[in-house]
């Protein structure tokens, strides 16, 4: 009598159900993870904008003027997952506001820092929760 070797299909098909669970469970935090990663662009940025704006304020003695081109308080260029702001009207002899938001995925979350070291998350998007003090968002579940 002549034995055969191989799978058969129900152990096929239990090995596949498998990897569809460990897949399953997997990729939600996976995405998490990715999101929290681009998550550190915007909060470094927003770091390094207030250290020049103190750097200005201490060459000027105002705020106003600043997140020009050519100035010490210049704009960073080329963020992947961010577009930063100085908005004008918030820019006076005393204070700034220096804010991102998000592109792509994170259209929707905007973070802001100002003169105070205030660090708010202004608006997350569909399907984040809103953090519930002045901070900035880590997860989307709304955790700073």
Same mark, same amino acid.
């Given at each position: 009598m002549q034995r055969h070797?191989?799978?058969?299909?129900?152990?096929?098909?239990?090995? &596949?159900?498998?990897?569809?669970?460990?897949?399953? &469970?997997?990729?939600?935090?996976?995405?998490?993870?990715? &999101?929290? +990663?681009?998550?550190?662009?915007?909060?470094?940025?927003?770091?390094a904008m207030r250290t020049k704006m103190e750097l200005y304020f201490q060459d000027n003695r105002s705020y106003v003027g600043a997140c020009v081109a050519g100035t010490t308080a210049a704009l960073p260029a080329g963020l992947k997952y961010f577009t930063i702001s100085c908005p004008v009207a918030n820019?006076?002899?005393?204070?700034?506001?220096?804010? &991102?938001? +998000?592109? +792509?995925?994170l259209a929707g979350l905007t973070m802001s820092i100002d003169q105070a070291n205030v660090r708010r998350t202004v608006s997350v998007p569909a399907g984040w929760t809103m953090p519930s003090t002045n901070c900035w968002i880590t997860k989307k579940s709304g955790q700073c």
């Open positions: 070797s191989g799978f058969t299909l129900i152990e096929l098909m239990i090995t &596949v159900a498998i990897i569809a669970i460990l897949a399953a &469970v997997a990729l939600p935090s996976y995405t998490s993870y990715i &999101v929290r +990663g681009k998550l550190t662009e915007a909060h470094s940025n927003l770091l820019l006076t002899a005393t204070t700034y506001l220096v804010q &991102v938001d +998000g592109l +792509g995925d």
